[in-house]
């Protein structure tokens, strides 16, 4: 098994770009988007479902039937009884479990730190800002468009918090949850960047 370091974020706070230059600076796979291909992958449903449902708590099964979803022998079709949600994080769950057991990893949310907490080398971040910085960083260095983009980011995160919260039991954000919590507008990418990796030696 690998070493592992999961990073829960909220939007705008620069936590991709943080897991990347963490996980090219140590050698580490690193996983964001790169999980829903796998996961598609692994249970034969189209990538473009894990990406709609991504996530989610909440979802309507049987207008998955009508995107086409299903094959022949795949993981959803041999889930009965659970929502169509519960079966895409099981799927993501396993994907998340393999890829911390082929070798190190830097894992970007999808509450891999609940996913992995019976790994022994596993060190769980949350990087957050507060809301006029991560509006600033969406705006000049995503390019969003800065017109409502507050109110977006507050409904990005309120998804992400209902997610977390309903698959861990714990609280998304809350410094008990994780290892390590860091503001990102306060000390720069780079210095949360040198503090995980103090974290993880």
Same mark, same amino acid.
């Given at each position: 098994?690998?070493?592992?370091?999961? @990073?829960?974020?909220? =939007?705008?706070?620069?936590?991709?770009?943080?897991?990347?230059? @963490?996980?090219?600076?140590?050698?580490?796979?690193? /996983?964001?988007?790169?999980?829903?291909?796998?996961?598609?992958?692994?249970?034969?449903?189209?990538?473009? =479902?894990? +990406?709609?449902?991504? +996530? *989610?708590?909440?979802?309507?099964?049987?207008?998955?039937?009508?995107?086409?979803?299903?094959?022949?022998?795949?993981?959803?079709?041999?889930?009965?009884? %659970?929502? %169509?949600?519960?079966?895409? =994080?099981?799927?993501? *769950?396993?994907? #998340?479990?393999?890829?911390?057991?082929?070798?190190?990893?830097?894992?970007?949310?999808?509450?891999?730190?609940?996913?992995?907490?019976?790994? !022994?080398?596993?060190?769980?971040?949350? #990087?957050? *800002?507060?809301?006029?910085?991560?509006?600033?960083?969406?705006? +000049?260095? /995503?390019?969003?468009?800065?017109?409502? @983009? !507050?109110?977006?980011? %507050?409904?990005?995160?309120?998804?992400?918090?209902?997610?977390?919260? /309903?698959?861990?039991?714990? !609280?998304?954000?809350?410094?008990? *949850?994780?290892?390590?919590?860091?503001?990102?507008?306060? @000390?720069? %990418?780079?210095?949360?960047?040198?503090?995980? !990796? +103090?974290?993880?030696?």
């Amino acid at each position: 098994m690998g070493k592992v370091i999961t @990073l829960g974020r909220q =939007f705008g706070s620069g936590g991709r770009e943080i897991g990347k230059i @963490l996980a090219d600076e140590l050698g580490f796979a690193f /996983y964001d988007k790169e999980l829903i291909n796998k996961a598609a992958e692994a249970s034969g449903i189209h990538r473009d =479902f894990f +990406e709609n449902n991504e +996530e *989610s708590v909440t979802g309507n099964f049987f207008h998955a039937l009508t995107l086409g979803i299903y094959r022949n022998n795949n993981r959803l079709a041999e889930m009965n009884d %659970i929502s %169509i949600n519960d079966k895409v =994080f099981l799927i993501q *769950s396993d994907v #998340i479990k393999k890829a911390a057991e082929e070798g190190d990893a830097v894992i970007v949310g999808r509450c891999a730190d609940y996913v992995l907490r019976n790994h !022994k080398d596993c060190h769980n971040v949350f #990087i957050h *800002s507060d809301i006029e910085e991560r509006v600033r960083r969406a705006t +000049e260095e /995503y390019g969003l468009d800065p017109d409502g @983009l !507050k109110e977006t980011i %507050i409904k990005i995160d309120r998804k992400r918090s209902s997610y977390y919260n /309903y698959y861990s039991g714990k !609280k998304w954000g809350k410094a008990v *949850s994780y290892h390590m919590t860091l503001d990102s507008g306060v @000390l720069g %990418i780079r210095k949360c960047v040198d503090l995980i !990796k +103090e974290l993880v030696k």
